[in-house]
C-alpha cells in the first residue's frame, strides 16, 4: 500500500502484530478487562466479608409466616416456584425495611433446547443493612395486569434485624 511518500507492508506489519500478541499471551500476559472463555474465581462466601462473621437463611414456600431474625450483614434468600410463561410471578409488596435487594432472578430447570412453558424458581437475595426491631416482607403471585387483588398466593415473613 501507499500513502504518499510512505510504502506500508500491510500483510507483513499485521503478521507481525500476530505474533507479538501470540507471544505475549504464551508468556501469561492478557489485556486487561474480562477475557472470553476466562475462568474468573469464585466469590468467597459471604461470611468472608469485611471479616465480619454472618449468616446465611435460605426461605421457601413452607416457611411463610415464620419470623426470621438477622443482624446486620446477614444474607436473606427467598426462594419460592414460579412459572411466568403463564403469567404469574412473584411480586414484592411490602419490602422489609431495613433489607437492600441484592439480586432477583429466575431460575428455570434444565430443559431440552426448545422447550417451553416450564416453571421455574424465582430467588430473591436481600442483606440485612441496618437494625430495625420490627419489618415484613410481603410477596405475592400474581399477573401484573390483574393487580394484587387477584394474587393467587402469598409469601409474608416478619423480620427483625438486629446490631
Do not use: K
Not at 426448545?114 to 430473591?124: A, D, E, K, N, Q
Request: hydrophobic share 40%.
Amino acid at each position: 500500500m501507499r500513502f504518499g511518500r510512505c510504502s506500508v507492508r500491510v500483510e507483513g506489519f499485521l503478521c507481525g502484530v500476530g505474533l507479538a500478541l501470540s507471544a505475549c499471551q504464551t508468556a501469561g500476559w492478557a489485556p486487561p478487562g474480562p477475557q472470553p472463555n476466562a475462568v474468573l474465581p469464585a466469590p468467597g462466601p459471604p461470611e468472608q466479608e469485611r471479616g465480619v462473621a454472618m449468616r446465611s437463611v435460605v426461605l421457601g414456600r413452607a416457611d411463610s409466616g415464620r419470623p426470621v431474625h438477622l443482624g446486620v450483614g446477614d444474607r436473606l434468600t427467598v426462594e419460592l416456584s414460579e412459572s411466568p410463561t403463564t403469567g404469574y410471578a412473584w411480586s414484592v409488596v411490602a419490602p422489609a425495611e431495613g433489607l437492600s435487594l441484592l439480586s432477583d432472578e429466575f431460575l428455570a430447570p434444565d430443559a431440552a433446547p426448545g422447550t417451553v412453558g416450564r416453571g421455574g424458581r424465582r430467588r430473591l437475595v436481600y442483606q440485612a443493612v441496618r437494625p430495625v426491631p420490627e419489618a415484613q416482607l410481603l410477596m405475592v403471585l400474581m399477573r401484573p395486569w390483574e393487580g394484587v387483588d387477584a394474587a393467587v398466593d402469598r409469601f409474608s415473613v416478619p423480620v427483625r434485624i438486629d446490631p
